[in-house]
């Protein structure tokens, strides 16, 4: 059956790519918006989380909902007002969906929600399942209550995965431009040790992921989507570099140095987290690009 879908967050890279993939599947598909925006062959509607304010009418005819909205991390530093920001964007965004799925008609039986592996903080050469407790730090305490939120969702009845996004690699779009950048420029160096692990994976086997959660009414709770073959940071800046012909410098960006430039944001490149990716294969999932070199190729020959 072709499922109608609700989507927020639909303007992020993961978001746009979503939607085309959906509606070539078939699947009819609304999205959540703050503004009014043209898309072809989707319904628009407005919600301000803020304020609690969404369209009802969003939930006709809808059998999933897809929750991907939440402040870009690493736009500007972490204040606390920024920090407030990057957490009520998740937790109330979560809490609006829950109090509207609660008191409308509706016939929604799935909530497939965006998580991160912020959640398990910086833990070293642990290997860490979804089992594994939660950190310590910021992106953390933003994991925990966004997850809390999510689990909120359970007192309806429907089916609910948590999606523990990694580092997504794409060309022109997240975290992979912003590493390339320094690296085309002659500048490329690991940050930090180095020796921290990044839990990455390919833009296509995320959208993959969250189609394999829509399809697959056995998935519920918290998976990894992260590649099978973590690397560490140099690895990962080599790799970058061998893809764009430019050298590594031989030693690494100092810790310090990062803390004093990036301040608390600096933990998104220095935390180390090892994630296994065996739930996700175990659930019948085949990642297209489980090995990192495959997958920069694939990214920067498109």
Not at 9 to 32: C, E, F, H, P, Y
Not at 102 to 113: D, Y
Not at 228 to 252: D, M
Request: aromatic share 8%; hydrophobic share 40%.
């Amino acid at each position: 059956m072709n499922q109608h879908i609700l989507l927020t967050g639909a303007t992020g890279m993961l978001g746009k790519d979503l939607i085309q993939t959906l509606l070539k599947r078939g699947n009819k598909v609304s999205i959540l918006s703050r503004k009014p925006h043209q898309i072809d062959q989707v319904k628009v509607f407005l919600w301000d989380v803020e304020q609690q304010k969404i369209d009802t009418a969003c939930l006709d005819g809808v059998d999933s909902i897809i929750h991907l909205a939440g402040e870009n991390i690493a736009k500007g530093k972490w204040t606390g007002q920024r920090k407030k920001e990057i957490i009520d964007s998740r937790v109330l965004s979560t809490q609006l969906l829950f109090k509207t799925i609660a008191t409308n008609p509706n016939q929604v039986k799935n909530f497939i929600s965006a998580a991160a592996i912020g959640y398990y903080g910086n833990r070293g050469d642990e290997i860490l399942t979804e089992e594994s407790t939660p950190g310590h730090n910021f992106l953390a305490e933003c994991c925990i209550e966004w997850e809390k939120a999510i689990d909120q969702v359970q007192q309806l009845k429907l089916r609910i995965v948590k999606i523990r996004t990694g580092v997504v690699l794409a060309k022109n779009d997240g975290a992979l431009k912003s590493m390339a950048t320094p690296i085309s420029l002659f500048a490329g160096a690991p940050l930090g040790s180095g020796k921290q692990w990044v839990p990455w994976i390919h833009y296509q086997d995320m959208t993959r992921i969250y189609l394999h959660a829509l399809d697959n009414e056995s998935l519920t709770g918290a998976y990894n989507a992260t590649a099978p073959y973590p690397v560490t940071n140099k690895q990962l800046t080599k790799a970058i570099a061998k893809q764009l012909h430019r050298p590594v410098w031989p030693f690494s960006v100092p810790e310090k140095i990062l803390q004093f430039i990036l301040g608390e944001m600096s933990s998104m490149v220095i935390n180390s987290t090892h994630t296994t990716a065996q739930k996700i294969e175990s659930s019948g999932f085949i990642f297209k690009y489980p090995q990192l070199e495959q997958a920069l190729s694939d990214i920067y020959s498109a």
